[in-house]
Antibody, heavy 126, light 108 residues
Framework: QVQLVQSGAEVKKPGASVKVSCKPSGYTFTAYAINWVRQAPGQRLEWMGR????????KYSQKFQGRVTITRDTSASTAYMELSSLRSEDTAVYFCARHGPVGEEDYQFYYGMDVWGQGTTVTVSS | SYVLTQPPSVSVAPGQTARITCEGI??????LHWYQQRSGQAPVLVIY???HRPSGIPERFSGSNSGNTATLTISRVEAGDEADYYC???????????FGGGTKLTVL
């Protein structure tokens, strides 16, 4: 069974950083990209960035550039999203989602994100 | 950056057909995907590349994409279809993933 399992809820103070993990199972980790999408309470889905789990290449939304870092550990078959300089507006549910396969040219044109993690609630409060 | 526009809400009676639109400039030339998000849950892909259904998605869900409008059609709507629906595409110019604002489907 293909699934993505994320780390648990976090409570952080303003100015701190948070690191969320996403561990896939049931498929070859390096054959797909992992995207990170967040959703503030009552708001739309918002794409933050992605990592090609095969070659490690990343792309970040301009909105989060400089504050977000997406990495992967191929030995642990785990992807990570770290968001720094947290503020109250970063309170949201953070999802990871599989996209690919990356071996297909322009896979993002043809394929949607077909497997999602359960979401990780990050609360930023003083 | 590229913008996708969805109606905030659509209402339909059980058994009827719901149509949810997603508008964008020349959206018909882009691969468009649709997600269902029930309350408190993660999104689920229901249509990819305009009109393709992933395995496990009922045939009641279909999609089309032409010109400046893409449409998600849900036939014989059931109470369990009540959810938020999001369109999404890859903007090749920016290399970003773009989501629409979401449409809340209410089953009357």
């Amino acid at each position: 069974q293909v699934q993505l399992v994320q780390s648990g809820a976090e409570v952080k103070k303003p100015g701190a950083s948070v690191k969320v993990s996403c561990k896939p199972s049931g498929y070859t980790f390096t054959a797909y990209a992992i995207n990170w999408v967040r959703q503030a309470p009552g708001q739309r889905l918002e794409w933050m960035g992605r990592i090609n789990a095969g070659n490690g290449n990343t792309k970040y939304s301009q909105k989060f550039q400089g504050r977000v870092t997406i990495t992967r550990d191929t030995s642990a078959s785990t992807a990570y999203m770290e968001l720094s300089s947290l503020r109250s507006e970063d309170t949201a549910v953070y999802f990871c989602a599989r996209h690919g396969p990356v071996g297909e040219e322009d896979y993002q044109f043809y394929y949607g994100m077909d497997v999602w993690g359960q979401g990780t609630t990050v609360t930023v409060s003083s | 950056s590229y913008v996708l526009t969805q109606p905030p809400s659509v209402s339909v009676a059980p058994g009827q057909t719901a149509r949810i639109t997603c508008e964008g400039i020349n959206i018909g030339n882009k691969g468009l995907h649709w997600y269902q998000q029930r309350s408190g849950q993660a999104p689920v892909l229901v249509i990819y590349y305009d009109s393709h259904r992933p395995s496990g998605i009922p045939e009641r869900f279909s999609g089309s994409n032409s010109g400046n409008t893409a449409t998600l059609t849900i036939s014989r709507v059931e109470a369990g279809d009540e959810a938020d629906y999001y369109c999404q595409l890859w903007d090749i110019t920016s290399d970003y993933l773009i989501f629409g604002g979401g449409t809340k489907l209410t089953v009357l």
